[in-house]
């Protein structure tokens, strides 16, 4: 059974720091890209980055490029955000998931139940 | 404004079939295949269809389709574990992101 669980969210205030974990079980993780997905409350789902297999490249979404950083640890099954200079609109539960390919186009394909980034004074 | 438009809304009685679009452009569905993802009250997102193609687990009520800039989600004989909340998604190469619709409410009578 595959299952990737998030930790790491808080409250902490703007401009403060954060760094979130996934740690995934069930699938060869070096195998896969991987990547965050936000939700704001009440919101839909927006894109926030993505990195390669290897770690050698990660992509993010413009708005966030420069504040966020994505990280991974093969050995440990892990991925990470780490989240700078944070906004009060970071606030979101933050998702990771694997990308799986299939007939050559990339899909999400595993999700995280997500974890709860609150920003405020 | 999300870059793929749904419906806000779409509502079925169980048993009846009930088809879920997703509207985009030639950079996004144009070019790409869509992904869905069904969510039940604010949960883990789970995928339900890869393009036209059904994961793993998946019951085959549900099926995917595309034409030119608009992708489709069937799901017949709805169940009341079909109620949730549905979004799709694909790439989009003018924007160089991914991309999500503003999700579908999908609700079982």
């Known amino acids: 059974e595959v299952q990737l669980v998030e930790s790491g969210g808080g409250l902490v205030q703007p401009g403060g720091s954060l760094r979130l974990s996934c740690i995934a079980s069930g699938i060869t993780f070096h195998d896969y890209w991987m990547t965050w997905v936000r939700q704001a409350p009440g919101k839909g789902l927006e894109w926030v980055g993505t990195i390669k297999p290897d770690g050698s490249e990660t992509k993010f979404v413009d708005s966030l490029t420069g504040r966020f950083t994505i990280s991974r640890d093969n050995a440990m099954n892990s991925l990470y955000l780490i989240m700078n200079s944070l906004r009060t609109e970071d606030t979101a539960v933050y998702h990771c998931a694997n990308f799986r390919s299939v007939s050559d186009y990339y899909f999400f394909d595993f999700w995280g139940p997500g974890t709860l980034v609150s920003v405020s004074s | 404004q999300s870059a793929l438009t749904q419906e806000a809304s779409v509502s079925g009685t169980v048993g009846q079939t009930v088809t879920l679009s997703c509207t985009g452009n030639s950079n996004n569905i144009g070019s790409y295949a869509v992904g869905w993802y069904q969510q039940i009250s604010h949960g883990a997102p789970k995928t339900v269809m890869f393009?036209?193609s059904l994961p793993s687990g998946i019951p085959d009520r549900f099926s995917g389709s595309k034409s030119e800039t608009t992708a489709s989600l069937t799901i017949s004989g709805l169940q009341p574990e079909d109620e949730a909340d549905y979004y799709c998604s694909t790439y989009d190469s003018s924007l160089i992101t991914w991309v999500f619709g503003g999700g579908t409410k999908l609700t079982v009578l």
């Open positions: 393009g036209n």
